[in-house]
């Protein structure tokens, strides 16, 4: 079994866990998946699949990219090759004047083969049935990733002025 293989059962169990058995710790779980299938129309560019599970602060994550023309063995210049990324994160937020909320989130991940996102599309395509994919031979090398992701969020209320 690889990482990503635990990773996902470690996502899915935590996820299905939440859901069945209530508590504090699973009031604040978020299980979040972003795929063509469900978001067709490429409007998300090379992203192809995205699940994230958020536990309070912490979040465990795969993103998998896709080459414009999926059905081609070759990667044309300039297209994105196939890939993948896995990683842990922290979100730390601080609550600002003004319904602000300035986050800084840094994550460890691994790029690449690691990431096991090849894994990941086999077992969806090949063992569950959901069509057949092109070969990965032009995936990326593995590679650790540190990231982090800065935003900042100006949250807006809007008053209803409705008269029964």
Same mark, same amino acid.
């Given at each position: 079994?690889?990482?990503?293989?635990?990773?996902?059962?470690?996502?899915?169990?935590?996820?299905?866990?939440?859901? &069945?058995?209530?508590?504090?710790?699973?009031?604040?779980?978020?299980?979040?998946?972003?795929?063509?299938?469900?978001?067709?129309?490429?409007?998300?560019?090379?992203?192809?699949?995205?699940?994230?599970?958020?536990?309070?602060?912490?979040?465990?994550?795969?993103?998998?990219?896709?080459?414009?023309?999926?059905?081609?063995?070759?990667?044309? &210049?300039?297209?994105?090759?196939?890939?993948?990324?896995?990683?842990?994160?922290?979100?730390?937020?601080?609550?600002?004047?003004?319904?602000?909320?300035?986050?800084?989130?840094?994550?460890?991940?691994?790029?690449?083969?690691?990431?096991?996102?090849?894994?990941?599309?086999?077992?969806?395509?090949?063992?569950?049935?959901?069509?057949?994919?092109?070969?990965?031979?032009?995936?990326?090398?593995?590679?650790?990733?540190?990231?982090?992701?800065?935003?900042?969020?100006? &949250?807006?209320?809007?008053?209803?002025? &409705?008269?029964?």
């Amino acid at each position: 079994m690889n990482l990503l293989s635990c990773s996902l059962t470690t996502m899915l169990t935590l996820a299905l866990i939440g859901g &069945v058995f209530p508590s504090p710790l699973f009031s604040q779980t978020r299980f979040e998946i972003e795929n063509d299938v469900v978001a067709p129309g490429g409007k998300d560019r090379w992203l192809t699949n995205k699940m994230e599970l958020a536990i309070q602060d912490w979040k465990l994550g795969q993103e998998m990219y896709t080459p414009t023309d999926k059905r081609s063995e070759e990667i044309p &210049v300039g297209d994105r090759p196939w890939d993948g990324y896995s990683y842990l994160g922290y979100e730390f937020d601080w609550v600002l004047g003004n319904h602000e909320v300035f986050t800084v989130e840094p994550r460890l991940g691994a790029l690449g083969k690691a990431s096991g996102t090849e894994w990941l599309q086999q077992w969806i395509h090949d063992d569950l049935g959901f069509g057949s994919h092109p070969s990965w031979a032009h995936v990326n090398e593995s590679e650790p990733s540190l990231d982090v992701l800065i935003t900042h969020k100006k &949250v807006s209320y809007f008053e209803s002025n &409705v008269v029964d």
